[in-house]
């Protein structure tokens, strides 16, 4: 009797143990949303609906429409009209993208209290993360959750946190020890080295979050109310910039590194570098405003201008930022993805060198530029040299091997004319599709009517796509999971 006794005590304590992990979880699960729900300011939205004509979606002064094919979306005006057109010209595309999101974190992380866990985590370590943002571009957001209506992803987190988040999706995947924005390759020529005296700078972004980044992608034309027009390749609902330049032909794009203790609070880069375009009228300015800025995580921004100015600059948490703008040969500049000054020696920094291709694209991009006799190049040669599928030191490699500069993942590739203030921006897929032409002078002219516009200027697709290349080379992915086309390998 004794021994019964003692087992149904027992168990009696571990029903009750049982009982208060399930009561328990959801009650702190509902305190940690309750106490770190982030509450947007007051705007208000004209409420006007979106009208179609001739292919053109029109809100306001704003639209959107497909520029060969590309997306293009013009926003202009106040923070608040600047946000509210930003959804209701992308609301499906935004809705479609999200999905992807959601569906990925559903892929990796397939049973749901873990999910929840993580988010829950997630909302108390970034509780605060508004606040690093500046008042214009809160307004801007809360008024870009306001009209993202109806919103089915509301019951995972509330409108406006979720979009502060999406907006600081570069800074928090960076955060993580195996992030996907270690494969950027960037390179800059200068007068001396362009058949027209022009100068160009040519970027791959490597982002494997998705193939919708890349078939879906939005190039951004904003004109904010007294500040400089400027283009960004981003996708539907981020109006930041990851790549971009503005009118007075200042660009900049930005490359995941690894150094430092990231920071839960403070403003996103991409909104960082969206307020070096809207200010700077040269590559001085630029960097004037960039070392000025805290950081949230360790990152590389890369600068040019329409002089022919380029520069790097090295920039990690609570250290001051390291610009590099004397270079060997100022017309053939490169930047992968490690750091060249008083971060070389992090141990963070040395492991991406050495677990990473960052070393042998860079090498890469280093022989592509010593082939480029003085005044030969141009904005076709700028496109190869983002297609180049060939390793360093005529190594043996086959297509997609993470050591070239393309190695089929990149979401997008630009190639800036800072001269003549035209961007050239992939289709997709990846690199390998068209590069369409997008002239700011003309985007941002007065009286610009896109319907009246001319079909744009492309640079044709690589022959890998039509050769039967390509797709034996995303026939050797072994585990292609979400991505669908990524090359199997370490990058």
């Known amino acids: 009797m ?9 168990h009696r304590k571990k029903l009750l143990a049982l009982v208060a992990v399930v009561v328990g979880l959801p009650l702190v699960h509902a305190a940690i949303a309750l106490g770190t729900r982030m509450h947007p ?9 979106a009208t179609e004509h001739a292919g053109v ?26 946000g509210e057109a930003a959804s209701r010209l992308n609301y499906r595309h935004m809705l479609d993208n999200e999905a992807v999101l959601w569906r990925t974190f559903a892929h990796f992380v397939p049973l749901w209290p873990a999910r929840t866990l993580m988010l829950d985590l997630s909302r108390l370590r970034y509780r605060h993360l508004d606040r690093g943002f500046t008042e214009a571009r809160r307004r801007e957001v809360a008024a870009e959750a306001r009209a993202f209506d109806p919103d089915p992803f509301d019951s995972q987190l509330p409108t406006y946190q979720r979009m502060v988040f999406l907006h600081s999706l570069y800074d928090i995947a960076l955060s993580f020890e195996h992030s996907p924005l270690l494969g950027c390759s960037t390179f800059g020529l200068g007068p001396g080295a362009t058949r027209d005296g022009h100068t160009l700078l040519g970027r791959a972004f490597d982002f494997e979050a998705g193939d919708v980044f890349d ?3 939005a190039v951004y034309l904003v004109r904010g109310d007294g500040l400089i027009p400027f283009a960004s390749v981003a996708w539907p609902g981020l109006i930041g910039v990851m790549s971009g330049m503005n009118l007075e032909g200042v660009a900049v794009v930005v490359h995941g590194g690894r150094a430092g203790t990231p920071r839960p609070e403070g403003e996103p880069v991409v909104f960082m570098l969206r307020d070096v375009l809207e200010r700077a009228h040269d ?5 004037a405003i960039l070392r000025g800025q805290e950081v949230m995580v360790s990152h590389i921004v890369i600068v040019a201008d329409a002089h022919g100015h380029f520069a790097a600059v090295e920039r990690a948490p609570g250290l001051p930022a390291f610009v590099r703008d004397s270079w060997q040969d100022p017309d053939r500049v490169a930047v992968t993805n490690h750091f060249e000054g008083p971060l070389r020696d992090d141990p963070k920094n040395l492991a991406v060198v050495a677990g990473t291709t960052t070393r042998a694209r860079r090498a890469r991009l280093d022989e592509l530029l010593a082939e480029v006799g003085p005044r030969t190049a141009d904005v076709p040669r700028a496109v190869a040299m983002l297609r180049d599928h060939a390793c360093a030191g005529a190594a043996p ?24 203030r035209v961007l050239w921006v992939s289709a997709g897929p990846h690199l390998s599709g068209e590069f369409v032409r997008f002239d700011l002078k003309a985007a941002f002219s007065p009286g610009h009517d896109p319907e009246a516009e001319m079909a744009p200027e492309v640079i044709s697709e690589d022959s890998i796509l039509h ?6 080379a995303l026939g050797r992915a072994a585990a292609p999971g979400i991505h669908g086309d990524s090359p199997p390998g370490p990058r």
């Open 2 to 10: 004794t021994r019964l006794t003692s087992r149904l005590q027992n």
């Open 41 to 49: 300011p007051p705007v208000v939205l004209t409420g006007e609906p």
């Open 57 to 82: 979606l029109r809100d306001g002064h704003s639209y959107a429409r497909m520029h060969g094919r590309v997306r293009e979306v013009y926003l202009e005006g106040t923070p608040e009209q600047i």
């Open 215 to 217: 078939r879906d992608k």
């Open 283 to 287: 590559t001085a300015e630029a960097l």
């Open 397 to 420: 490699c086959e297509l997609g091997d993470r050591r070239t500069i393309d190695a089929l993942i990149a979401t997008h590739g630009i190639v800036a004319d800072t001269t003549d």
């Open 467 to 472: 050769d039967g290349r390509y797709d034996r």
